[in-house]
């Protein structure tokens, strides 16, 4: 089935003539009478009268041009939106769990207010999935904590953030400062193993040779949190994270001995990745952003 030739069937249904189809879609007429030719050697039927003044559908041609209709109107739907595709294409977003709970939708707010028309899909998973992610190609860019993994990737840098330890009040913690052997010994409300917080506590423990043991393990940070506001041991988050729950005095911050914790925060796309308009104007924003530091 050719399209030109349905375009051909309602031009001749609308004009009434092969001729008058001929001018209205700018071919020839034996042009017109090609295309019919095929149409009905292709139905097996007559798709028209021949009548002295014109020609008129027959039962068989009003069917076929009431299937096409559909058909004819996709295309040239199609054909109008055929130069904007790229315009219209969703940049798909991965993220990890702690740059999508506080910088991510910052980021992507500033870019909807500045380009409305903008399209974004976002995926939230741990930093070393987000990356599993990126490269198997199911991303555009992936938003990462901590150093910049290995790979083919362009990087852009968003900021950094300081990890800080903190509990309830009414924490029973004798010391005014931690030592990262102390902190062992207390119950921790950690992150799981794979996340980039998580990495970098266990970076640093492992300098002193030791391995934390933690009594609650979640993806999520919320949870971490509630379960420090209620007594249950000790968490290490973003300071940002925990921010609404400082200023409540629901928790406290803990000062930790030599155990300074920062987490780079980073945004990253192969660099032979083919960079659409909308990934454009997304790879600009980041780049014009002011660094986010905590």
């Not at 799981?192 to 423990?205: C, H, K, M, P, Q």
């Not at 192969?270 to 790879?283: A, R």
Request: glycine letters at 4%; aromatic letters at 6%; charged letters at 20%.
């Amino acid at each position: 089935m050719v399209i030109r030739y349905l375009e051909i069937l309602e031009a001749i249904a609308e004009t009434g003539t092969f001729t008058s189809a001929a001018k209205k879609l700018y071919i020839t007429q034996s042009a017109v009478s090609h295309a019919v030719a095929e149409l009905e050697k292709q139905a097996g039927t007559a798709l028209f009268e021949r009548l002295p003044k014109g020609v008129t559908l027959t039962p068989c041609g009003v069917s076929l041009l009431e299937e096409s209709r559909h058909i004819l109107t996709a295309c040239r739907n199609l054909d109008r939106r055929i130069n904007h595709l790229e315009e219209n294409t969703p940049v798909h977003i991965v993220s990890s769990i702690t740059i999508a709970s506080f910088l991510l939708p910052e980021i992507l707010s500033e870019l909807k207010t500045s380009f409305p028309q903008i399209q974004l899909s976002v995926r939230v998973a741990s930093a070393n999935a987000a990356i599993d992610i990126l490269q198997r190609g199911n991303a555009d860019i992936a938003f990462w904590e901590g150093a910049a993994p290995k790979g083919n990737f362009q990087t852009i840098f968003l900021g950094s953030y300081k990890l800080c330890a903190a509990c309830s009040p009414d924490f029973d913690l004798s010391p005014p400062v931690i030592t990262p052997d102390q902190l062992c010994s207390y119950p921790l409300l950690l992150r799981e193993r794979g996340s980039a917080i998580r990495d970098t506590l266990d970076n640093t423990l492992a300098l002193a040779n030791l391995k934390a043991e933690p009594v609650w393990e979640s993806v999520n940070s919320l949870a971490l949190i509630k379960a420090a506001e209620a007594g249950l041991g000790i968490t290490i988050l973003p300071e940002k994270l925990l921010s609404d729950s400082l200023m409540l005095k629901k928790v406290r911050l803990i000062h930790l001995d030599k155990m300074k914790m920062e987490n780079q925060m980073l945004a990253l796309f192969h660099k032979d990745k083919y960079i659409t308009k909308p990934f454009q104007i997304l790879i600009d924003q980041l780049k014009n952003k002011d660094i986010f530091m905590l």
